[in-house]
């Protein structure tokens, strides 16, 4: 062989390796942004005119101070006195309705009797990142009556950047109990959650400390579910709050759309519906929507799928009766989503005050399921650029 030969083969070898160097280096670097930009997403709420004050969590446990974490608390108060609701989203930040809904209270509430407080990421280190290996978009649009409201997607778990390892095997405090080594990270495995724990524990911890110290009586976890799991379109009721959430789904079964209630185990710990009411005073409730997006089954996973809930593979298990909810060409669009969660928690403020009348809770401005079906999530939501001075804040 010439020399020639071998030279020009040992170039292209060279140049063979320098291109896939930069197709690899420019891969890295746009994968990069994307994740930088997924995680800074910065998202505008418009305050409520019923909107008091605005808090921070480390306000009540200083142990999460500067972290992720520490995240927006939203405070309403009543005009008249009487009991103290807190609704909580984003506890699973790949439930997008749960999020939602809280949302359309921050921007509209205004409350009557009583006081209300609500959270839009309790976990907010899971809205920085998706699924691994989920095919999740990072992020997904609300068209509104002024343009439209970019909002982050996220993942059950908190980011592996701000809490890792996870162990072998994950023991729930102070239960013993033993769980999949991931939910570590989850913020519904850690209640009630410890000062000198993980972050995600001491993110549970601080928010025990917010329920204990502002005397919370009614606190409501919003969640949405796959068509497959069998705790879906239902209130998950702490022992406390058996009569609260069977009078609730009395009277929207009845007049509104079906849910149904379920008795938190006794024994199964680490979720919000058993540890909030074992380790305060307040009544706990968890609230499950259908979302066809996080079925195993699913298609394509896409923006358009998320929000309209639309999916042949989940309607095909349908046929096969592998489904614990309904699903037809309909799907079931985010409207119908955070519509169910509007009315569900603006329900239990009005079921509450039917049993406690010394203690009401009322609520305006926020749209109940079929005004929130007919114009749209959207309408509700407020353009930041025409807010008054002041009253925007970024999540």
Not at 11 to 38: D, E, P
Not at 62 to 77: A, K
Not at 151 to 159: A, I, K
Request: hydrophobic share 35%; aromatic share 10%; with cysteine.
């Amino acid at each position: 062989m010439r020399a020639g030969s071998g030279n020009r083969g040992g170039r292209a070898l060279l140049v063979r390796k320098l291109v896939l160097g930069g197709l690899g280096l420019l891969l890295l670097v746009t994968s990069g942004a994307s994740f930088y930009r997924h995680r800074h997403l910065q998202e505008a709420v418009v305050l409520s005119p019923g909107v008091a004050e605005v808090k921070k969590l480390s306000e009540y446990f200083d142990g999460i101070r500067g972290t992720i974490n520490d995240c927006n608390l939203y405070f309403f108060e009543g005009e008249e006195p009487g009991a103290t609701v807190l609704v909580m989203g984003g506890t699973h930040p790949e439930e997008p309705a749960a999020r939602l809904a809280a949302w359309l209270f921050a921007e509209n509430a205004v409350m009557e009797h009583g006081r209300l407080i609500v959270v839009l990421s309790s976990n907010r280190s899971g809205t920085t990142v998706t699924r691994l290996g989920g095919a999740y978009p990072a992020n997904f649009t609300i068209p509104t009556d002024w343009g439209q409201q970019t909002f982050r997607m996220g993942d059950r778990w908190s980011n592996p950047l701000d809490q890792w390892p996870d162990p072998e095997v994950y023991i729930h405090y102070p239960s013993g109990q033993y769980l999949a080594y991931v939910d570590i990270r989850n913020l519904n495995r850690t209640w009630p959650g410890r000062p000198d724990g993980t972050l995600t524990e001491r993110t549970t911890y601080a928010f025990m400390e917010l329920i204990r110290q502002e005397d919370v009586d009614i606190f409501i976890d919003l969640h949405e579910a796959e068509l497959q799991y069998p705790v879906i379109s239902t209130i998950v009721a702490h022992d406390r709050g058996e009569e609260l959430a069977t009078f609730v789904s009395m009277m929207l079964s009845d007049e509104e759309f079906n849910i149904g209630m379920e008795y938190s185990p006794q024994n199964l710990h680490g979720l919000s519906h058993r540890e909030v009411g074992d380790y305060s005073d307040a009544i706990s409730l968890l609230f499950e929507a259908p979302e066809p997006f996080l079925d195993a089954t699913r298609g394509k996973t896409t923006r358009e799928q998320l929000l309209t809930g639309v999916d042949e593979f989940v309607m095909k298990a349908g046929e096969h009766g592998l489904l614990f909810e309904r699903i037809d060409e309909g799907g079931w669009p985010i409207d119908v989503r955070v519509g169910r969660h509007t009315s569900t928690v603006l329900q239990t403020m009005e079921s509450w005050t039917i049993l406690n009348p010394d203690r009401p809770l009322s609520c305006r401005g926020v749209p109940r399921y079929a005004e929130v079906i007919e114009r749209g999530l959207g309408h509700w939501l407020h353009d930041p650029s025409k807010a008054a001075p002041g009253r925007v804040v970024t999540e």
